[in-house]
């Protein structure tokens, strides 16, 4: 993998947490923010046992990585399209 595929998954792991951990007390429904909340702490989680098994290095610890993220993205992206009140994201009038 080396420095140049390593670097950017640490960026995409680092933003995926930071985006869950701010994010989840502004989702409205409390589903979805216990599953964003439940995956940040996940994150946390699998980035200490990284420190003793190294599964970023394996091809089905990306795939969970990329799945966690993927699923707390969507949530976020979608409430952010249905509650742009909320401060997440600043709608602009495109006319």
């Not at 080396?2 to 502004?26: H, T």
């Not at 980035?47 to 089905?60: A, G, T």
């Amino acid at each position: 993998m080396g420095l140049f595929g390593f670097l950017p998954l640490m960026w995409f792991f680092i933003r995926f947490l930071v985006r869950g951990f701010l994010n989840w007390q502004k989702i409205r429904d409390p589903v979805e923010k216990s599953v964003v909340i439940g995956y940040a702490i996940c994150g946390i989680a699998l980035s200490l046992s990284i420190l003793v098994e190294p599964r970023v290095m394996q091809w089905r610890g990306i795939m969970v990585i990329a799945t966690i993220a993927g699923m707390n993205e969507a949530i976020i992206r979608r409430n952010e399209r249905e509650f742009p009140e909320n401060g997440l994201l600043k709608v602009e009038n495109h006319e």
